[in-house]
């Protein structure tokens, strides 16, 4: 083989294998994105009812209007959220704040701290009332929110936000 | 009892004689100077609206939402017979808008058993089902509500402004914000009833009656600045606000008084009350103290200790936007 052909070939595999490591390091080696939302009885009895639905920070007031405020001013960088229904009874939604680092998160979860609220072993921290679970793992932000308080309401919604922690 | 025709031309008069307020329903009241005239607002209470003491369901019984109703109407219009005092609030043969709010979501928004029950009684009053709009932002603020879209002209029709679209042409008052109003409120409606429910608000202290119009605006996070004031006041101010927005039925079915505008179950608590006015200024104000009463009992801190009391309902009484009363001395508070 004349040596200029080899020559060319030898770059040619060079300028391959660089492509190659360029693209595995700008993607093969970052943790594949993830929906967090359990997909219907993921979690046993939980059906997930609508799309997800995620809205900038800049566009946080369409989904909670005035809401949106505290949650901006914490470092709030993208709001996911979708709704669930348990055993086709009882409604739920789920919102998923993506901030920008855990003190973000922290702060909003203080916010929501009461006197009723009850701590649950839950991602870095998280409390429960009879209708609701507020939790915070890393930058995120987990709210659950059930539409009827009945006597099997406080566990369903743990068992769902065990499944979301999971995924998170 | 003045019959319609009499009834709307002294509410006209009385718009001219004291402002922002219509006076629909308070014909005997226009015979009085405005310094010295009250507003009326009506505060019903069924205490068992939501079942029975200790047996409390999510939802108000469907029967006992209409009878609240038909008393709120007849203690706002001293006409005990709910079809013909329905005849004197709304004119003939206009189309009438009800605003709902159902930003809160599934759990703390304006009640579908209320907006049934009002349609009702305005077709029974002779509105034709075509001409009533039931309408909010968009599509998932009215389903939220409990409420199917519809636009069929024969019937009663639900739609959001993601279906009408807003003016091209923003309008403002006082402030620099320019806002674009929806055109259910300018192209269709001739009247509007707002239907706006009671909740604590994170920056403006309390939503209900004026600030439900933030709901009729394309951007409405661009009035939210020092706690919606005078956002809120500016928005109600604006001529196509002031003049077609006549009448509040406020639901004070359900309510939060803490963690608002969104729904916090932790914070839900059964007022079981319809507070109802022309005076959108009175109306608010009465919410405000039904709120205050409620995290005192709860041991929250009043509005004003957590930095955010409802200023804006003092400037929507002040001279330069004259929407209507704020000092307790001049409203006419009935309870029943």
Known sequence: MPYRLMNCRKSLLVALVGIAMVFVTATGCRKAKVDPFPSSDTVSGWQKTSDTRVFAARDLWQYIDGDSEQYISAGVVTTSTSDYKFQNQLEAVVDIYTMGDAAGATRILSTNQTSEAKSIQLGDAGIQFAQSIIFRKGPYLVRIVAYESTPSTPQALLALAHGLEAKL | ?336
């Open chain 2, 1 to 336: 009892m003045k019959n319609r025709r009499d009834f709307l031309k002294t509410a006209a008069a009385g718009a001219v004689l004291i402002g922002s307020q219509s006076n629909l329903g308070l014909a005997e009241m226009l015979d009085n100077h405005a310094e010295t005239a009250k507003s009326k607002v009506v505060v019903a209470k069924d205490p068992a609206l939501h079942g029975p003491a200790g047996s409390t369901t999510s939802q108000p019984e469907e029967k006992r939402v209409l009878d609240l109703l038909d008393r709120a109407i007849a203690a706002y219009t001293g006409n005990n017979h709910p079809v013909e005092a329905w005849k004197h609030i709304v004119p003939s043969g206009k189309v009438i808008g009800l605003k709902v709010n159902g930003l809160g979501g599934k759990g703390i928004s304006t009640h579908a058993t209320l907006v049934l029950a009002i349609c009702e009684r305005l077709q029974q009053a002779g509105v034709k089902p075509g001409n009533i709009i039931v309408w909010d932002r968009n599509a998932r603020d009215i389903e939220a509500c409990g409420l199917t879209i519809s636009t069929d002209p024969s019937r009663v029709r639900v739609f959001g402004s993601d279906v009408s679209g807003y003016e091209d042409e923003p309008v403002s008052f006082g402030s620099a914000v320019k806002v674009k109003l929806s055109k259910i409120l300018t192209r269709q409606c001739d009247m509007v009833i707002g239907l706006p429910i009671l909740k604590d608000h994170e920056m403006a202290g309390v939503t209900f009656s004026m600030k439900n119009m933030y709901g009729v605006v394309e951007r409405p996070n661009e009035l939210h600045a020092n706690g919606c004031n005078p956002g809120v006041a500016d928005l109600n101010r604006i001529p196509t606000v002031r003049e077609k927005v006549r009448f509040t039925i406020g639901d004070a079915m359900s309510s939060v008084c803490q963690g608002g505008p969104g729904f916090h179950p932790e914070h839900l608590w059964y007022p079981n009350s319809l507070i109802i006015g022309e005076d959108r200024v009175a109306v608010d104000h009465t919410a405000w103290k039904m709120i205050e009463a409620r995290r005192a009992e709860t041991g929250l801190p009043t509005l004003e200790a957590a930095n955010r009391p409802p200023r804006y309902i003092a400037t929507a009484a002040d001279a330069d936007h004259m929407l209507g009363v704020n000092d307790p001395q001049r409203i006419h508070l009935i309870e029943v």
